[in-house]
């Protein structure tokens, strides 16, 4: 099994920016093959998939965050990163990495991958 654990949350003003990192750990020598992705769920709201990354590196971003947001994973530390830019209030969610040992990665399943963490939470005030 592979464990998930992400950092970086916090609070910021509207137009701020976070990064958040996602360490993974325990079964990770297939960590290259692994599907990873990031997906968040706010209070009252639908878990919603953020953005995916591919073993091969294929990005794919829910409309909502193209153009904020970044993907991007460091296999040698077993760390995902979600880089957010010009942040608002409706980003405001407990957000969580997931992982899936398999090469289709859409963004919409990324929240029923096999592992996820336990999320950090960011808060964006107006």
């Known amino acids: 099994h592979m464990q998930l654990a992400e950092s970086g949350g916090g609070s910021v003003q509207a137009g701020g920016s976070l990064r958040l990192s996602c360490l993974a750990s325990?079964?990770?020598?297939?960590?290259?093959?692994?599907?990873m992705g990031w997906f968040r769920q706010a209070p009252g709201k639908e878990r919603e998939g953020v953005a995916s990354i591919t073993n091969a590196g294929v990005l794919e971003y829910a409309d909502s965050v193209k153009g904020r947001f970044t993907i991007s994973r460091d296999n040698p530390k077993k760390t995902l990163y979600l880089q957010m830019e010009n942040l608002t209030p409706e980003d405001t969610a407990m957000y969580y990495c997931a992982a899936e040992f398999q090469g289709q990665c859409p963004v919409q399943s990324i929240p029923d991958r096999r592992f996820r963490g336990r999320g950090t939470q960011v808060t964006v005030s107006s």
């Open positions: 325990g079964d990770t020598y297939t960590y290259t093959a692994y599907c």
